[in-house]
């Protein structure tokens, strides 16, 4: 990390936490202890909606949460607040755990309008039940005492907050940065890449979930001692939409995007509030339009949010190569060169009336370059699908090292040594290229969220990616492991897929269509590293279009057309086929 980096941190932290010693009015206290409270919120919502890419109106409701349990329990059963922030937190989790079960499988719209029908109903059972005091709330909340001391609401109480936000963003650009991290962002543009990876992406959406609802509550349970007062309104449908508003507009995808965001959100709110009125000449909630407007603006102009403005102004440092010697990452037993490895067996799928594959049948032994070709349509990409388990199949067997793996999720057949590539490039953009292929490790680490969040993590990282350093040396790219993904050219980035896919130790490796879209030269790069690939043993099957690519690569080709097997056998025998020069040419055979 560059020294700018490295210092911005703890200065700011130490900024925030002496800030109530300095001389600063009470009134600039009491909008930092908000800022607090609500980046604490929207820190949540970054890794939810802008890592994990799943979006939540219901946040404020989880802060109800944290805050009524806090305000009931010691108001009307005097106990402890730290039992009411443990069972705050405990009934935030469950909510979590019983909302994100229902909606997290689903996919689009189901999650954001099953927080909206959240937060509703929680504000009107908030509002309507006597012993929480209907839409009066609970009045009459002590102060906290921490040690015996009484934190007050201002100053004292700062501190708290503060070191507390100032924990939780720590822990989560640790989280970020590890392996659960990548798990979770990997997860942003659906779920195919990452199951592929071996992830389960419930699991990480379900953790993730959880956790803004534990933020949330923290905040909640903090803001009912901060009030002394909670009533249904601050955790409402639109207070939800405010904080979402927040981290859109701090940068959603950024950790210090909450901070910035819940700043930027509660000073102009505060300056409207008394600007608006008077330019309007009646009063009114005028800054909701206000906010509505901006929120437009921004994402049409900085969909990334303010903080990106500022990250861009930092230098960005290449990661400390830290991992010089670190032990190698567990290896499984490859297969003997020749063992039957694949054997696909009259794998048919069906989509409605149209038959995309129709009883199709070929193996791979280990050691083999074998080609699946054929015109457009004719069935290839499908049947690579049957094989890696994103589709089901209608009938057939799929074989690997004589288990039957039909019908495994892909996470399984992951799991079990075959890795693959996309046809178009599923990446974390803006991860660096080691970043990227250290995704490819993860079934070949064990770090769970809370043991990186604590950054107990250390020694499997430097051994993830001192296996995604050799694999992206493997094929000639590790010159280039600190670069942006996304900046990449197509041609790298279709190496540097295979380099992730090398880096789960996989015994067999599907490439779809590599050479698309590639130059000649490109192709050239590519064709190279395949059959080094080949020569150390490794056992590939090819989904191609460009007959030419293959042919100089593969000991067998295997010819589909119209959902069938056209034809099979070696290079020469495919390119002396009448058939299959006819099905490319579309003429008659
Ligand atoms: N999800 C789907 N729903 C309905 N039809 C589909 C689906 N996926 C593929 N098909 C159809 O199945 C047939 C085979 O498609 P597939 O993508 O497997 O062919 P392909 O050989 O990979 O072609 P290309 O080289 O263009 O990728 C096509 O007619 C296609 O329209």
Redesign the pocket.
């Given at each position: 990390m560059t020294g700018l980096r490295r210092f911005a941190f703890p200065a700011f932290a130490l900024l925030m936490l002496a800030l109530p010693a300095l001389p600063v009015p009470d009134f600039w206290i009491t909008q930092s202890n908000y800022i607090g409270l609500y980046a604490l919120v929207a820190l949540g919502l970054v890794l939810l909606t802008g890592v994990a890419g799943l979006t939540s109106f219901g946040q404020a409701a989880f802060v109800g949460i944290g805050a009524y349990t806090a305000a009931f329990m010691a108001v009307k059963l005097s106990a402890s607040p730290w039992l009411a922030l443990l069972i705050g937190v405990g009934l935030a989790v469950a909510a979590a755990m019983l909302l994100g079960a229902i909606t997290l499988r689903m996919s689009g719209h189901f999650l954001p309008l099953a927080t909206i029908a959240w937060g509703l109903v929680l504000y009107y059972s908030m509002g309507n039940m006597d012993w929480l005091g209907k839409y009066d709330g609970i009045l009459g909340v002590p102060t906290l005492k921490l040690f015996g001391m009484d934190l007050g609401t201002g100053r004292g109480l700062h501190a708290l907050i503060w070191a507390i936000a100032l924990l939780a963003a720590w822990a989560c650009a640790n989280l970020l940065d590890s392996r659960p991290g990548r798990a979770i962002r990997s997860m942003k543009n659906g779920a195919t890449m990452a199951e592929a990876m071996g992830i389960s992406t419930f699991r990480y959406k379900l953790n993730v979930f959880v956790l803004a609802a534990v933020l949330a509550a923290v905040s909640g349970w903090l803001f009912a001692f901060f009030q002394r007062t909670v009533n249904p309104s601050p955790f409402s449908i639109n207070k939800g939409i405010e904080y979402l508003f927040m981290a859109v507009l701090g940068g959603v995808s950024h950790v210090w995007g909450a901070f910035l965001g819940a700043a930027v959100v509660k000073l102009t709110e505060d300056q409207l509030q008394v600007l608006l009125p008077r330019l309007i000449g009646t009063s009114g909630n005028f800054e909701t339009i206000v906010f509505g407007i901006v929120l437009v603006v921004v994402l049409k102009y900085a969909p990334d949010g303010l903080w990106t403005f500022v990250q861009r102004r930092l230098p960005r440092a290449d990661r400390v190569r830290d991992w010089e010697g670190a032990p190698p990452l567990p290896a499984r037993d490859k297969p003997a060169h020749g063992e039957l490895l694949l054997q696909v067996q009259a794998v048919r799928?069906e989509?409605?009336g149209?038959v995309?594959?129709n009883d199709v049948s070929f193996e791979l032994r280990a050691g083999e370059i074998v080609g699946l070709i054929?015109?457009?349509?004719?069935?290839?990409?499908?049947?690579?699908?049957l094989v890696t388990g994103v589709?089901g199949l209608t009938s057939g067997q799929v074989r690997y090292r004589g288990q039957d793996i039909a019908g495994l999720p892909s996470r399984a057949i992951a799991r079990k040594g075959i890795s693959r590539t996309f046809?178009h490039v599923k990446m974390i953009p803006e991860m660096t290229v080691l970043e990227n292929v250290a995704l490819g490790g993860y079934l070949r680490g064990r770090t769970g969220s809370v043991r990186a969040m604590l950054r107990l993590d250390r020694d499997e990282e430097k051994r993830l990616f001192a296996e995604a350093e050799r694999q992206l040396a493997r094929i000639g790219m590790a010159d280039r492991m600190h670069e942006l993904a996304g900046n990449l050219a197509l041609g790298p980035q279709r190496l540097m897929e295979i380099a992730r896919a090398l880096c789960t130790d996989p015994a067999l490796l599907l490439l779809d269509?590599p050479a698309a879209g590639l130059r000649h030269k490109e192709k050239q790069a590519l064709g190279d590293v395949l059959r080094q690939l080949k020569s150390e043993g490794m056992s590939l099957l090819l989904?191609e279009?460009d007959m030419e690519f293959v042919m100089g690569l593969t000991d067998r080709i295997v010819v589909?057309e119209f959902?069938t097997n056209l034809m099979e056998g070696t290079p020469p025998e495919v390119q002396a086929s009448p058939a299959v020069r006819a099905a490319y040419l579309g003429t008659e055979h």
């Open positions: 799928k989509f409605g149209l995309a594959v054929g015109p457009n349509g004719a069935g290839k990409s499908t049947t690579f699908n589709l046809q269509e989904v279009h589909m959902g």
